[in-house]
């Protein structure tokens, strides 16, 4: 039996049932990290150290009663990627940039320390783009991810290390960080399951900031039952993160036909390729067969959500990355004359061509003179967004539709020409921008067998409920 083939629920349940060690679990993904990741390049740093704590995991299974084996808690033993910008203690966390190629973190992220109060084993650290900013793992300092579906196209970005990892069998599931759609994106790409959560769902706390209004850590997996298990460990309120609330339990326990689902018009027009609507609308055809309520509506500032979003996020990533000055932290450059060259050179240096043309655009967004212009403008025009799903929620429980306009692109082919590279995320900005949670599940396939995303976006605080929809509309497909 290939145990990396299972979910995280059955293989949870094999360990329950001694069927097989947690020594073997681990071993057997380890071993596919060394069969495979020379051609995919989905981790950064791999933790040998992991099989000494599946040791150690086995042991007290070994010794404990049969009915305390049953209460074990639902991540005990669970091989687990993280993203390179979530820190473990102890480990490197570069984020994927030559800016902090030799950071060691001093302490565990919320979500790392909730993870190992579970008793999960974090395999390693994944790749992902330059300070997770870009859409294919393209910027990654250390050399891009491939698809593992089709070595010659992107995995997505930024999570696009964590995606690929657990489409390639080589962790049972993974922790990104979705800013833009960076969770939802490379799910839909390598064709796994991707849940952004409510922003504060889950506390940021050890997560390295990009754009702090809109970050958030989530869960890839290879069913939405393991999604929700992942989310389900490390979501909470949190005593370092002021915006880390309770999850509120908001099931849906309507049967299918009291189900009331959503379709953005402006979700299917110009743009969209021809496969990827005709999967998605056959997702959600066999929802409505199945007695869901399917209605168009309408989000009237969706065509804002992109300019918004690139306004609102370089401004932070300005403010955020402002740091790493080569002084206090990051990248020192080895020659500079004065404390300007200090600091010019170190970011010169350290920053990859996106992060720098991001920190360029914020400068200028937040200078005098352009304030108001342009990111105060763009402030207001995130409410009429937040606004939009509002009003929609009034009327349906879900929200459906592509996560992407396209099946995953060829390596190279939008590394110069940003503008092209931003579109990969037209369809999941927008849910950052309003701090909801959603989800991207496999929607079938393209014709030459790559994989396809149907996005779920629920209202805010909805994230149980969104599993419970996404669970079902699972089971149709």
């Given at each position: ?61 070994a ?35 030559k ?9 565990d ?23 997770a ?7 990654s ?55 952004k ?8 706390h ?34 370092f993160?002021a ?30 390729d ?44 300005s ?17 500079a ?73 060829p390596?190279?082919?939008r ?32 014709a ?30």
């Amino acid at each position: 039996m290939d145990i990396t083939a299972l979910t995280l629920s059955a293989a949870a349940q094999g360990i329950r049932e001694r069927a097989f060690s947690i020594s073997d679990l681990v071993g057997a993904y380890l071993d596919a990290i060394a069969e495979k990741d020379g051609a995919i390049h989905a981790y950064l740093d791999v933790f040998e150290d992991a099989r000494e704590a599946a040791l150690e995991a086995d042991k007290k299974i070994a010794v404990a009663h049969p009915l305390d084996i049953e209460t074990l808690p639902p991540l005990f033993g669970m091989p687990i990627a993280v993203k390179d910008n979530i820190l473990v203690e102890g480990k490197q966390a570069t984020a994927g940039s030559k800016i902090l190629e030799h950071y060691t973190a001093s302490y565990d992220a919320t979500a790392i320390r909730k993870l190992k109060e579970q008793g999960a084993i974090v395999l390693g650290k994944t790749n992902m783009d330059d300070s997770a900013m870009g859409s294919s793992t393209e910027y990654s300092a250390f050399g891009p991810t491939k698809n593992p579906h089709d070595l010659t196209r992107v995995p997505g970005g930024s999570s696009g290390g964590s995606a690929a990892a657990v489409a390639a069998g080589m962790a049972i599931a993974s922790l990104g960080s979705d800013t833009g759609g960076s969770i939802r994106q490379p799910a839909a790409f390598c064709g796994v399951v991707g849940m952004k959560p409510t922003y504060g769902a889950i506390s940021r706390h050890g997560l390295i900031a990009m754009a702090s209004s809109m970050d958030v850590i989530g869960p890839l997996a290879k069913t939405i039952t393991d999604a929700e298990m992942l989310f389900s460990a490390i979501a909470g309120p949190d005593a370092f993160d002021a915006t880390a609330s309770p999850v509120k339990h908001s099931m849906f326990d309507k049967d299918m036909k009291r189900l009331r689902i959503g379709i953005p018009k402006e979700y299917f027009g110009a743009g969209l390729d021809a496969e990827v609507e005709k999967a998605v609308r056959g997702t959600i055809q066999k929802a409505e067969k199945a007695g869901a309520q399917v209605e168009e509506i309408t989000l009237p500032h969706a065509h804002l959500a992109l300019p918004a979003y690139y306004i609102i996020v370089p401004s932070e990533v300005s403010a955020n990355l402002a740091r790493l000055d080569g002084q206090r932290y990051g990248h020192h450059a080895a020659y500079a004359d004065t404390l300007y060259d200090v600091y010019a050179r170190s970011r010169d240096e350290g920053f990859g061509i996106e992060v720098k043309r991001r920190i360029m655009l914020g400068a200028y967004a937040l200078s005098a003179g352009y304030y108001d212009a342009y990111y105060l403008k763009a402030q207001k025009v995130r409410r009429l967004i937040a606004d939009d799903f509002i009003k929609v929620f009034e009327r349906v429980d879900i929200i459906a539709g592509p996560t992407t306009p396209a099946p995953a692109f060829p390596l190279g082919s939008r590394s110069n020409s940003p503008l092209e590279m931003y579109l990969a995320d037209i369809y999941t900005v927008a849910v950052n921008l309003a701090g909801l949670p959603a989800l991207s599940m496999p929607a079938g396939t393209s014709a030459t067998g790559l994989p396809i995303g149907l996005q779920l976006i629920a209202p805010r605080h909805a994230d149980k409920k969104l599993f419970d929809i996404a669970k079902r509309i699972e089971s149709l497909v």
